[in-house]
């Protein structure tokens, strides 16, 4: 999957403003967490949800995107379907748990 890097906070808003189904990956450099757990959920996407964007926003290089979602801890994912938030996660996220919480707004909208 072609994880797209966030560069600003207009990107932000216009993906949010285009896509119907949208994950933000919130997490920086420093997260050994985020080296495993990033992979995971890309190929769970692009096996599962073909139609959901993935994007990453780095909290130490792009704080800005991180303020405007009030994300304090990383890993945090937040999903968006139709520019709204339906859900988001911190620090422990588990892939099935992922699916779960995917699986019915996304069969929903596609």
Same mark, same amino acid.
Not at 20 to 36: G, M, T, W
Not at 87 to 104: H, Q
């Given at each position: 999957? =072609?994880?797209?890097?966030? &560069? *600003?906070?207009?990107?932000? =808003? *216009?993906?949010?403003? #285009?896509? @119907?189904? %949208?994950?933000?990956?919130?997490? #920086?450099? &420093?997260?050994? /967490?985020? !080296? %495993?757990? +990033? ?11 073909? !139609?959901? +964007? ?5 909290? /130490? +290089? +792009?704080?800005?995107?991180?303020? &405007? =979602?009030? %994300?304090?801890? %990383? ?10 938030? /339906?859900?988001?996660? *911190?620090? =422990? ?9 995917? @699986? ?7």
């Amino acid at each position: 999957m =072609n994880l797209t890097d966030l &560069q *600003s906070l207009e990107e932000y =808003n *216009s993906i949010l403003e #285009h896509e @119907d189904a %949208v994950l933000i990956y919130f997490s #920086h450099e &420093q997260c050994n /967490v985020c !080296k %495993v757990l +990033k992979p995971k959920i890309a190929g769970l996407l692009e096996e599962e949800f073909p !139609k959901m +964007k993935m994007m990453y926003a780095d909290t /130490v +290089k +792009k704080p800005e995107i991180a303020g &405007q =979602n009030n %994300v304090f801890a %990383v890993p945090t994912i937040i999903c968006f379907f139709g520019g709204k938030e /339906v859900f988001r996660k *911190s620090r =422990n996220i588990g892939i099935d748990e992922l699916y779960g919480l995917i @699986d019915r707004p996304y069969t929903m909208i596609f």
